[in-house]
Structure formats: C-alpha cells, structure tokens
T-cell receptor
Framework: EAGVAQSPRYKIIEKRQSVAFWCNPI?????LYWYQQILGQGPKLLIQ????????DSQLPKDRFSAERLKGVDSTLKIQPAKLEDSAVYLC????????????FGPGTRLTVL | GQQLNQSPQSMFIQEGEDVSMNCTSS?????WLWYKQDPGEGPVLLIA?????ELTSNGRLTAQFGITRKDSFLNISASIPSDVGIYFC????????????FGKGTRLSVIA
C-alpha cells in the first residue's frame, strides 16, 4: 500500500514570496492533516480536513496560510507571503477516520525562508 | 496551547543498554501515542495506549499509560544502532475532533 506522498521535498524561498505544498493521502483515507514542525519541536496541527470539509483550523495563521482539499483527496497548503519564522518542515498525515484513528505521516516538505 | 513535557531531551547510550523516556502533562489525556522520526522522514507510530494503566509491548519497546492519565513512559530494551532517532510522545484528550498534541521529542543516539 502506498504511503502519504508529499511534494516538493525541499523548498527555499525569500521572505514575502509565496509557496505551495501538495499532499496525496493514502487511498481511502477520509481525514487529512497538515502539521508544522519547527526544528527541535514536535509537530503542531495546522488544519484537519474530513473529506473536503475543514474540521479544525484553529491553529492556522489565516492571514497568510490557506489550505484546500477540493475533491476530498489531494490537498494543497499555501503560504502567502512567507515570513522567516515559517521555516519548518510541513508534514501531511492521513487517517481512515478522525482521531483516535491512527495517523500516517508523509515525509514532509522542508521549507527554508531567507 | 497544550503542552507535553518530554524528557530527557537527548540521550547517548551504549548498544545493548536499556532506555527509558517519559512524558507528562498537566491535563488528562484519553490516548497516549509514541512515535519515532528518522531524519528526513515523517513520524511513524510505535505504540498506542488507550486505557489508564495499560502496558503494551511492540518487540523490544514497552509503553505504559499512567494511571493518573497525565503521563506515559516508553522503554526500549537491548538497544541497537537502528534505534537512533527522535522519539515523540503525543496525546489526545478526547475522541473526535481534538488535535493530537506532541511533546518536543527525545533524541536517542546509540554508540556501537
């Protein structure tokens, strides 16, 4: 069974530029999550989707971050404009059902903002 | 926001030694999870605990859900080089739409 796919794996941009990350969850997984992992920290949830609807985006900085999962499968996370403090690994995870169902993580996208 | 205190922050051990790490919280959790993260990869679930007092093993790994529901520990017996990585605890307060909260991780180094 294929795991969670993410692209790109690495991205370097300058502050104030925009960037987008893509995630393809495990086939059949209805719940999709985006996490931000700053160096030396554990992952922090940014947004949770159930199919194509947002369940929890309370920790998403909505002035600059946006995410969508239009057809309930793939998802994109966008940052516009990026700030230096956005440098982090952005992890996508998916699960068959909402928590406490097991979440499976992708390899992440490492973003560096200069 | 919610905080999990994980300790130690890092540890260096000799191959073959046993390892113990723990996680505490000021809040009650209904689920405790332990993940391992290798460099350049996402976290991988090692053990899930759903009941206070539960003791669960997965090969050389053993984890326990504290009876107060505010702590958990993970033991690794007879460590081997491939145990190197960052171990995270994570807690879930209630089933449903509450976010998984992660600790800051324990970085484990194994000296052969």
């Amino acid at each position: 069974e294929a795991g969670v796919a993410q692209s790109p794996r690495y991205k370097i941009i300058e502050k104030r530029q925009s960037v987008a990350f893509w995630c393809n969850p495990i086939s059949g997984h209805a719940t999709l999550y985006w996490y931000q992992q700053i160096l030396g920290q554990g992952p922090k949830l940014l947004i949770q989707f159930q199919n194509n609807g947002v369940v929890d985006d309370s920790q998403l900085p909505k002035d600059r971050f946006s995410a969508e999962r239009l057809k309930g499968v793939d998802s994109t996370l966008k940052i516009q404009p990026a700030k230096l403090e956005d440098s982090a690994v952005y992890l996508c995870a998916s699960s068959l059902s909402p928590p406490p169902d097991t979440q499976y993580f992708g390899p992440g996208t490492r973003l560096t903002v200069l | 926001g919610q905080q999990l205190n994980q300790s130690p922050q890092s540890m260096f051990i000799q191959e073959g030694e046993d390892v113990s790490m723990n996680c505490t919280s000021s809040s009650i959790f209904n689920t405790w999870l332990w993940y391992k993260q290798d460099p350049g990869e996402g976290p991988v679930l090692l053990i899930a605990l759903y009941k206070a007092g539960e003791l669960t093993s997965n090969g050389r790994l053993t984890a326990q859900f504290g009876i107060t529901r505010k702590d958990s520990f993970l033991n690794i017996s007879a460590s081997i080089p491939s145990d190197v990585g960052i171990y995270f605890c994570a807690g879930l307060r209630v089933a449903g739409n509450t976010p998984l909260v992660f600790g800051k991780g324990t970085r484990l180094s194994v000296i052969a």
